[in-house]
Each structure stands twice: as structure tokens, then as C-alpha cells.
């Protein structure tokens, strides 16, 4: 924790730091400053000394950490309290107990590895440490279970854009929560929620973006894509993550939590999903015909051969030629 503390104070200064006022500010001794500043090296961080100056950070390492972070965050609400842990099994998990014990609406968990990473339906999220930016958010809205249907979608809106901002690249939305780029998956959402019978206690959305990985694991290789590979560019997790951050609070502040026209309009343009030939698949149930749009509640409608509409809120959808 000191570690932390001695971080934000080299952060917050941007100047050279006495190591006698480190000592008094943190309450330890200057050999113990002279300590954690070699754990914070250790770590990547490069940090100078001068005799009579003291010290200052000249840089940060590029995985995520949460000092870094802190200093890039442009939110009011979403990471205020931000938490960044160095291994944990899945952030939506760790999130979850957070929010069972009372955590602030907002709350983000974010890691550099996940062991145990989830996808939807009991399927897994594969990463390697520091290959990519993974995180949870929680918030506490005041509606209904039935009300929450917007929340992936702006999710998925939010991630689109901000990946298009922070890297150039021209991504889509495939229904209802992969961001692809081509035929190719570059990051997933999942979306879990605990709930009494009329009220929302909390929802926590995960997020995993792909960013650093040049291969694969063979299982996935085919539907899988990095920006790494995309643009042949390295990216600073921490940047990226403030720029998702801000969209995030931008989209579910402006629309309110919902699907607004225009949170709609801007989903439906950038949805690659739409007028395209799609199978969905749900149990025992196959479906197969042309997406045609999405409704207000986030619920994809697809057209079947008999020119008759089915509408789906959830389940598996494959895009003739994607996945
Ligand atoms: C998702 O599920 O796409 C949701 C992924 C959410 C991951 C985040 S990371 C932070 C937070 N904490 C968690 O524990 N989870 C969230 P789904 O649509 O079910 O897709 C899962 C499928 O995508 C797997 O069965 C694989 O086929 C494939 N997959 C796994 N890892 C991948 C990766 N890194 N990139 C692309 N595809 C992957």
C-alpha cells in the first residue's frame, strides 16, 4: 500500500520530491522511501534521483496500474473508485462480491491477468497477462430487472466508439455484445446483474479488449484479433482504458440508461449485424433469416424467408461469413 501512496505523490508532483518530505508524508523513515522507490523500479517505473532534489517519476510502465490511471481518469462517476489488481480469477467475480458488500455506484475493478476469465453462458475469456485491457464496472441504477436491457447495447455503443477514437480503427458492433473488425473478434462484454423481484441491487458489466496479442491460443485464432495485429501498433492499457471509461459515462449519462433515438440511431449505423444473413440458436431452437433491425430494448429482429419478423432478446447469433 505504500507502494501506492508513494506512486500517487510522484504522480501528483511531476516535480522532484525531497526524500525527507516522502518520509513525512507517508509516516516512514527515508530508508523505507529509498525501498519502495526500488520496488516501484522493479515494477517499470522509471524514477530519478538527485542529490538535494529527491526524486521524480519520469515514466510508467505501460500495463495497466492504477496510479497511471488516476491521472488520466476524465470521469465523475465511473472509476472514481477504481481498483487495479495484478492477477485475479475474473474481475466481474471480484466485482461481484464488492457490490454485495456495498461498493460505490461507479466502482471499477481492472487487472493485468485473469485466471479464471468469463465469457456469457459458462464459456471462457482467454488472455495472457498484460495482453489486453480487462475490467468490470458496477453501477447501482434505480429500476426494474425488465428495465436493464439497455445496458449491454451501451455498453457495446461505448466500446465502438471509443476504440475508434483512441486507435483509428474502423470496428463494428456485432449483436448483441462482440466488437469485430472484419470477420474477426477484438472484444466482449458481459453483462451480469443481481436483482430482488421489482428492483436492480447492482449490474456488473465486463469488458476485455484485445490489444497487445500477436498469436493466439489455436482454439480461437480463427475468430480472434487484436489491435496489435490490426493496426501493427503497440497501445498504453492505461490511456486506453481512461478513453472507455469516458465514453462509458458519457453514453449511459446522456441516454439516461436507455436506448435512447439517438443511442439507437448510433448503435443500428455501426451494427454489423443488420442486413445481414444471420442464424440464431437458442437450446433446440434455429432460426435462420435477414437481420433487419434493433428495437429500443436492445432485441434484435430478424426477418425469416416467409417475410414474417421474429424478435430474440438473447442467445447466440453466427453471421453468414463471420462466426
Ligand atoms: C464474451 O463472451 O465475449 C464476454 C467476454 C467478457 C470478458 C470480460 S474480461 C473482464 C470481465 N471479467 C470476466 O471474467 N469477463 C469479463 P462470449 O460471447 O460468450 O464469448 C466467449 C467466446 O469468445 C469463447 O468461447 C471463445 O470462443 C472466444 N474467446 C475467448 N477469449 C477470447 C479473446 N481473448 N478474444 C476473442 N475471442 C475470445
Redesign the pocket.
Known amino acids: 500500500m505504500k507502494t501506492d501512496k508513494l506512486l500517487e505523490l510522484l504522480t501528483e508532483k511531476k516535480e522532484y520530491i525531497s526524500g525527507q518530505a516522502i518520509a513525512e508524508q507517508l509516516g516512514i523513515s527515508r530508508q523505507a522511501v529509498w525501498k519502495f522507490v526500488n520496488a516501484l523500479r522493479d515494477e517499470g517505473y522509471e524514477i530519478s534521483s538527485v542529490p538535494r532534489k529527491g526524486y521524480r517519476l519520469e515514466s510508467s510502465p505501460k500495463h495497466l496500474n492504477s496510479a497511471s490511471l488516476k491521472s488520466l481518469l476524465q470521469t465523475n462517476v465511473i472509476g472514481k473508485n477504481i481498483i487495479v489488481l495484478e492477477t485475479v480469477g475474473?474481475?466481474?467475480?471480484y466485482l461481484k462480491t464488492l457490490g454485495a458488500e456495498g461498493c460505490e455506484n461507479g466502482t471499477v475493478v481492472a487487472a493485468r491477468e485473469?485466471v479464471?476469465?468469463?465469457?456469457?453462458?459458462g464459456?471462457?475469456?482467454?488472455?495472457k497477462r498484460d495482453d489486453?485491457v480487462?475490467?468490470?464496472f458496477l453501477l447501482r441504477p434505480k429500476i426494474a430487472p425488465s428495465e436493464v436491457s439497455a445496458i449491454t447495447p451501451l455498453a457495446g455503443l461505448a466500446v465502438c466508439k471509443a476504440l475508434r477514437e483512441f486507435s483509428g480503427i474502423d470496428c463494428k458492433i456485432k449483436w448483441p455484445?462482440?466488437i469485430i473488425i472484419g470477420r474477426k473478434?477484438?472484444a466482449?462484454?458481459?453483462t451480469e446483474m443481481s436483482a430482488e423481484f421489482d428492483a436492480v441491487e447492482y449490474i456488473v458489466s465486463?469488458?476485455?479488449i484485445?490489444v497487445d496479442?500477436a498469436v493466439?491460443p489455436e482454439?480461437?485464432a480463427f475468430?480472434?484479433t487484436s489491435l496489435l495485429l490490426e493496426t501493427g501498433r503497440h497501445y498504453d492499457k492505461n490511456k486506453l482504458l481512461a478513453c472507455v471509461l469516458k465514453h462509458i459515462e458519457d453514453e449511459f449519462i446522456s441516454n439516461n440508461l436507455e436506448l435512447s433515438y439517438t443511442a439507437l440511431s448510433e448503435y443500428s449505423e455501426l451494427c454489423a449485424t443488420i442486413g445481414r444473413n444471420v442464424t440464431f440458436i437458442r437450446g433446440s431452437r434455429r432460426i435462420s433469416g435477414m437481420a433487419v433491425s434493433v428495437s429500443d430494448r436492445g432485441e434484435l429482429k430478424i426477418m425469416l424467408s416467409d417475410g414474417t419478423i421474429c424478435t430474440v432478446n438473447s442467445g447466440e447469433v453466427t453471421i453468414q461469413g463471420i462466426y
Open positions: 475474473s474481475t466481474n467475480e485473469q479464471s476469465g468469463k465469457g456469457r453462458l464459456r471462457q475469456w482467454t488472455a489486453s480487462m475490467f468490470s455484445n462482440d473478434k477484438l466482449g462484454i458481459l465486463g469488458i476485455g484485445n496479442q493466439f482454439s480461437i475468430k480472434a
